[in-house]
Each structure stands twice: as C-alpha cells, then as structure tokens.
C-alpha cells in the first residue's frame, strides 16, 4: 500500500495517545519470509556459542545490516518515515536493529519498558521521542508466545513504578500480528514478552527510531554497517544512521563522522 493510503496525522496520534499503531500487511509477506531461514541459522549459531540472554529460552540478537535483513522497505519505508516524521520532526535517527526470539520453553518476561526517560525526576511525561517498529518472521499465535502491551497511556506514565503489581490489575492485549505486518509502538508503552508453548521459534525484528537528540547507552548494540552500504546511502539515510559506525571489508570499525 502507498503512503497516499494512509491517513498519516491520524496514525501519529493514535501512537501519541494509545501508545501503538498495527499497519497490517505494509511489507511483501515475501520480503520477511525470505529472511527466516537466515535468521534461523543465525540464531542456532548464537545459540550453540552463548546463553540464552533475555530470560529462559528467549534471545535477543542484534542482526546485521546486510541482505537479506538490511532491506530499504523495511529501514527506509515510505510509510514509516512519514509518522515518523508527524510524531519525530525531521531530524529522526535510527540507532538499533535486532530482533527478540522465544523459544518453546520460553517464561513470561517481567513488565518492562525499552528505554531511559529523559526527564525521569519530572511529575509529567514527555511526548513521543522514540519509537519501535517491530515486524514478524512467523505469525503470532495464542500459542507461540506473542508479545503483550499495555497500551492507553501507560507509555506517558511520567514515574513508572510497581509494574508488575500495577499491570495485573490493568487490561493488556497480545496483537496476533501476521508476517508483512508492522506494529509501530513507544518504547515506553509497558510490555512482556510470554511464554512460547508453539513447536517453534518466534522472531520478531525491532528497528529504533528516535530524535536526533536521545542516545542509547549501550554501545555494544552499535548498527554496523558495511562500507559499501554507507557509500550507497544519500545524505538523507547517512544523517538517519550517523551515530551508527562503519564496518570496513577488513573488519575495522569507525565513526561515520
Ligand atoms: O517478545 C518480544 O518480541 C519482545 C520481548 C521484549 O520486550 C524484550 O526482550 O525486551
């Protein structure tokens, strides 16, 4: 669907004021299904050399920005670009791209949000500065452990506290999105991932999106992107990924500024 399609004022405010948008079937069901053997012998890799890293049998991995992952459908959607631009203003920066992996055997995570508050010690919360795009590899199911989220405001709590304790008594929903779908969402919006009782792995990709201002702490998690992919970029992609750094053939990593 072209972004003429979308009402695109209307979709910024439902993520200003519910937290969350779906755009149901935005990317070719084949451009994200082309990429699950990849990922799938990428995370059996991983997962023969490390422990598992986001609680049992769950998986976080930062993917690499190359074929068949680092598609401009996905990081450079015309459709994504232009919410972001109502909810971001112009100077948007994407600075994480990865993916989040239950395995069967997989428990409830604890209710969390995904980034640091930039005012955590003020009474008020701060309007949208950061946003998630996450896009399935499978359909999510009741069963194979979809994502929850507590959305209608949860993301504006200016101190969240007692999370845990505060979302039993909250409603919550687990969208069952599909593959080619994208679920557009505030870092901030409460969420847990749970438990996988499928007969497979359920990956979801997560691309960050922020103001040019907002950083991550972690640098580990750095976007690499190899030289002959930045040169590819025009000004308008290089200045979206200039806190990434620059992988050289020889496997050098450098600033891109
Ligand atoms: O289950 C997911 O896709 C997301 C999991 C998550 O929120 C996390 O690991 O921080």
């Not at 969350?20 to 023969?48: C, N, Q, W, Y």
């Not at 200016?158 to 929903?173: G, I, V, Y």
């Not at 580990?220 to 053939?249: G, H, N």
Request: proline share 9%; hydrophobic share 40%.
């Amino acid at each position: 669907m072209t972004v003429e399609r979308y009402d695109i004022p209307a979709l910024a405010d439902e993520i200003r004021m519910n937290g969350f948008v779906i755009l149901e079937g935005l990317l070719p069901k084949e451009l994200t299904g082309s990429m699950l053997s990849h990922f799938d012998a990428l995370l059996e890799a991983k997962r023969g050399r490390e422990p598992q890293n986001r609680g049992a049998n769950r998986f976080q991995m930062d993917l690499p920005f190359d074929l068949p992952f680092a598609v401009p459908e996905l990081y450079a959607n015309p459709t994504v670009f232009a919410i972001l631009k109502e909810l971001l203003g112009s100077d948007v920066i994407c600075s994480y791209f990865a993916s989040d992996t239950p395995f069967p055997g997989s428990e409830h995570q604890p209710v969390h949000v995904d980034c640091r508050l930039p005012f955590p010690e003020s009474p008020f919360g701060a309007p949208v500065y950061s946003v998630v795009l996450n896009t399935p590899l499978v359909d999510f199911t009741e069963e194979n452990g979809p994502l929850e989220l507590w959305p209608g405001g949860t993301h504006m709590i200016a101190q969240p506290r007692n999370l845990e304790k505060m979302s039993a008594e909250m409603p919550s929903l687990k969208p069952l999105v599909k593959v080619g779908d994208v679920l557009l969402r505030d870092p901030r919006v409460w969420h847990r991932g749970t438990p996988n009782r499928g007969v497979r792995s359920r990956p979801n990709l997560a691309l960050v999106y922020s103001r040019g201002w907002f950083r991550f702490e972690d640098q580990a998690t750095r976007i690499k992107i190899p030289r002959d992919v930045w040169e590819s970029f025009d000004r308008q992609l290089q200045r979206m990924f200039r806190y990434c750094a620059i992988q050289e053939a020889d496997g050098t990593i450098r600033d891109t500024q």
